[in-house]
């Protein structure tokens, strides 16, 4: 399975921005999709997730309500809608996928796409 991640910028704070990662491959080879992040000086930390099969979600504590994660199975793609972004949101995103539910080990890794939040 191959990741393609894009839709990275800069935005101000308090703005939106949308993530897409569209897998290609072996498309059969995963069933969850999710987004990590990785800010400078920090570890990679998970910030939300689908099931493929039956589209549950999962976020992080501190983007809920304000991320939304979605899929078009149609078109292999996840997407990340980020609102109200913060500063500290600052960060290059990565999109994974594997058969269990993503985490920092797990298989499949897109390049990752920069988020820049200027205050």
């Known amino acids: 399975v191959q990741l393609q991640a894009s839709g990275g910028g800069l935005v101000q704070a308090g703005g939106s921005l949308r993530l897409s990662c569209a897998a290609s491959?072996?498309?059969?080879?995963?069933?969850?999709m999710g987004w990590f992040r990785r800010a400078p000086g920090k570890e990679r930390e998970f910030v939300a997730a689908i099931n493929r099969s039956y589209g549950g979600t999962r976020y992080a504590e501190s983007v809920k309500g304000r991320f939304f994660i979605s899929r078009d199975n149609a078109k292999n793609t996840v997407y990340l809608q980020m609102n109200s972004l913060k500063p500290e949101e600052t960060a290059v995103y990565f999109c994974a996928a594997d058969r269990v539910a993503v985490t920092t080990t797990s298989r499949y890794w897109g390049q990752g796409t920069l988020v820049t939040v200027s205050s």
């Open positions: 491959g072996r498309t059969d080879g995963y069933y969850d």
